[in-house]
């Protein structure tokens, strides 16, 4: 199946910093990638839509100027938290879809878990 | 907001035993999936079931859908230790390509 390469695999920062995660489409093109979060012992809630050339589309409740997506070609996309404090530290996964598969299913990177001190 | 609510939230079971998770929704979908997740990974697609079916096979896999009810189950029969994760079912919002994970279940395998 296709891969989704997803960078840092964990990250700790100091309060205030920004950071930046990347998620990549190995062997495959991704006009549309999803960022995902995830608290321990939690389900995943959907934060955005990432859009290759364009706007991310975010999800209700999401602050926009806190999680800056940025889908500059159809293999990677980036999340940046900017200005992270503690309440940001949170598991994030990325995924995507292989438009070559019948089904409708997701591959998803390993995740990134954040910590903010 | 979540769409999916499963039940039971944790099961413990020993190897050999079948497990049976259940998911439930709100609202129509076009398909139905299942997830599997280690802990501190990725997710894993393991079945995928469409609106207009009610019963689909993948090796010790069984899904079920009875769009009726809105809700679905997983079993997975002669359960292994390495079965051990959680396991979320989602459901697509309306015409788009993004999926709604329900609340999971954490399945542990004793051997």
């Known amino acids: 199946g296709a891969v989704v390469s997803q960078h840092p695999s964990w990250v700790i920062c100091k309060s205030g910093t920004s950071v930046k995660i990347e998620c990549r489409s190995l062997?495959?093109?991704?006009?549309?990638m999803f960022w995902y979060r995830q608290f321990p012992k939690q389900s995943l809630m959907l934060m955005a839509t990432?859009?290759?050339?364009?706007?991310?589309?975010?999800e209700q409740g999401v602050e926009k100027d806190k999680f800056l997506i940025n889908h500059a070609s159809l293999t990677l996309s980036t999340l940046t938290v900017t200005s992270a404090h503690p309440e940001d530290s949170s598991f994030y996964i990325c995924?995507?879809?292989?438009?070559?598969?019948?089904?409708?299913?997701?591959?998803f990177g390993s995740g990134t878990q954040l910590s903010v001190l | 907001s979540q769409q999916g609510e499963e039940d039971p939230q944790a099961l413990s079971i020993q190897e050999g035993e079948n497990a049976t998770m259940n998911c439930s929704y709100k609202?129509?979908?076009?398909?139905l999936q299942w997830y599997r997740q280690n802990s501190g990974r990725g997710l894993v697609h393991l079945i995928l079931?469409?609106?207009?079916?009610r019963e689909k096979h993948s090796g010790r896999l069984r899904v079920t859908l009875d769009t009726s009810k809105k809700s679905s189950s997983l079993l997975i029969t002669a359960s292994r230790a390495a079965d051990t994760a959680s396991y979320f079912c989602?459901?697509?919002?309306?015409?788009?390509?993004?999926?709604?994970f329900g609340t999971g279940t954490r399945l542990q395998v004793f051997p």
């Open positions: 995924s995507a879809r292989d438009l070559r598969e019948i089904d409708e299913k997701l591959f």
């Open positions: 062997d495959f093109q991704a006009t549309t």
């Open positions: 990432s859009n290759e050339g364009s706007k991310a589309t975010y």
């Open positions: 609202t129509s979908i076009n398909n």
């Open positions: 079931i469409r609106s207009n079916e």
């Open positions: 989602a459901t697509d919002r309306g015409n788009t390509d993004k999926l709604i």
